[in-house]
């Protein structure tokens, strides 16, 4: 897959380049949080159900190993084979071995943002394995061989223009063609000879239920159900966090997630997997990868409750601005950045920097994480344990000093002015970076404190 190999700053200059482009992408993914907000408001019980989302994430929380447990011996008795993943190369391994035991050398998948954490594909393909994605954003980014740019729209940095080149190029259609119905056909008749020629599917899991053993997936183009349905394998991966405790809960949370994601009321399909049918294997795949960690994080465990919706990064303005591929890791936007330093604090360590810190993600978010506390904490952790920059750190402590005295705000503050008023060139540089994006302000003639012991002497 094609990744920038730079840090989020960096990675959002390239964005903005295309000024254009990134008014667009601005403008559509606040048109899907206006959609999101007309939604919410249609229920009049919508508080009411994100508190209850909130209250039986935290039960499952504080109950994680019990209900795991549960969840595992209904399932087995359901006659699916559950598998126990700690890290990304056991559940990559897991998945190829089942492959291997049904004798094929190729696969079909449904989304699943845990396969992208994991590697997944890249792992399959370098073991001679084809894997085709099946739903439709995450094909066209498959293709372009680009990971996706957010999670529940996986090509939003494409415009129709692109997905057209694209399917041009890979399938064949007519050149310049931007049609959205033309293309989706194309699509459409690609996929099906895929379904109807894997023995093997990949389904992703939204919700695995403790109660009855069953489990949930949501997609809006029925492409789980066609894979999962026509294979004699069915495999599904799930981070252990999407368990809860009854069946009864998941009418909170199927209320709450396409609301919350695309202003839909429901999923379009919302497949229920109990068992395999008459002749068909059904493997879970339940994966740790650095979440126990995470459970054991105090202040920030309950970034486990997220349901994947991306409410929080469609309402975010950096994210909206700086694009989904400059995040650099499978979850971008602000959950993205509170979940990635977990799994590795120097890669991500600029992640939680990513943000205003205005708080507009943890008021969308379905399940209440305090997600813009969290990108707070964060940045404390990784200053502290010295992820952050050497420079940054020595600016702080300088500053520090010069705002515990006085006297030496006073002479730093005339020196800032005298530079700003005589020799502006020191601060309007491209080494600073507050000055690339911005016009310095006119120096003052005197400061705060001189204009008030004057005024007051007046």
């Given amino acids: ?200 599917a990949l389904t992703g899991v939204n919700f695995a239920i403790a109660e009855t053993g069953g489990f949930v997936v949501c997609t809006n183009e029925g492409n789980a159900d066609m894979g999962a349905h026509l294979a004699d394998v069915h495999i599904a991966a799930m981070g252990f966090e999407k368990i809860i405790p009854r069946a009864e ?41 650095g979440r126990s960690r995470q459970l054991g994080r105090p202040d920030f465990r309950n970034s486990l409750k997220c349901i994947r919706c991306a409410a929080c990064l469609n309402t975010c303005p950096v994210y909206r601005r700086s694009g989904g591929h400059s995040y650099h890791s499978a979850i971008a936007g602000p959950i993205g950045s509170i979940l990635a330093p977990n799994l590795d604090m120097k890669l991500n360590a600029d992640l939680p920097f990513a943000s205003t810190l205005c708080g507009s993600c943890s008021n969308v978010c379905p399940v209440k994480i305090d997600i813009h506390d969290q990108l707070y904490k964060w940045r404390q952790v990784l200053m502290k344990e010295g992820y952050g920059p050497g420079s940054k750190t020595a600016a702080m402590k300088a500053m520090a000093t010069v705002l515990e005295s006085p006297s030496l705000y006073r002479v730093a503050g005339k020196i800032g002015r005298g530079v700003l008023r005589f020799t502006p060139v020191l601060a309007e540089n491209r080494f600073n970076p507050w000055y690339n994006q911005r016009e310095m302000p006119e120096p003052p003639a005197e400061s705060f404190r001189d204009w008030y012991i004057n005024n007051k002497k007046v």
């Fill in 1 to 200: 897959m094609n990744q920038l190999n730079l840090d989020h700053a960096s990675a959002a200059v390239e964005f903005n380049k295309d000024e254009p482009r990134v008014d667009w992408h601005d403008e559509t993914l606040w048109f899907v949080r206006t959609k999101r907000d007309r939604a919410a408001a249609q229920l009049p019980e919508w508080e009411q159900l994100r508190e209850a989302a909130s209250q039986i994430k935290n039960h499952v929380l504080s109950n994680m190993h019990d209900l795991l447990a549960q969840f595992e011996e209904n399932a087995k008795q359901n006659g699916i084979t559950v598998h126990w993943a700690e890290n990304a190369d056991e559940h990559n391994a897991i998945i190829h071995k089942l492959i291997q035991d049904a004798g094929v050398t190729r696969m079909v998948k449904s989304k699943s943002m845990l396969t992208e954490e994991c590697h997944l594909n890249d792992y399959l393909t370098r073991h001679g394995i084809e894997v085709i994605d099946s739903d439709l954003g995450e094909r066209i980014v498959q293709m372009r061989k680009e990971p996706p740019s957010h999670i529940v729209l996986p090509a939003i940095h494409l415009k129709k223009s692109d997905v057209g080149e694209t399917f041009h190029e890979h399938l064949g259609t007519e050149k310049g063609a931007t049609d959205p119905q033309y293309l989706t056909e194309a699509a459409r008749q690609h996929l099906r000879d895929t379904f109807l020629t894997r023995k093997v």
């Fill in 249 to 289: 809960h998941l009418g909170v949370f199927l209320r709450l997630l396409a609301r919350s994601a695309t202003g839909q009321p429901i999923t379009t399909f919302s497949s229920h997997f109990h068992r395999p049918r008459p002749g068909q294997q059904m493997h879970i795949v339940i994966v740790d990868n």
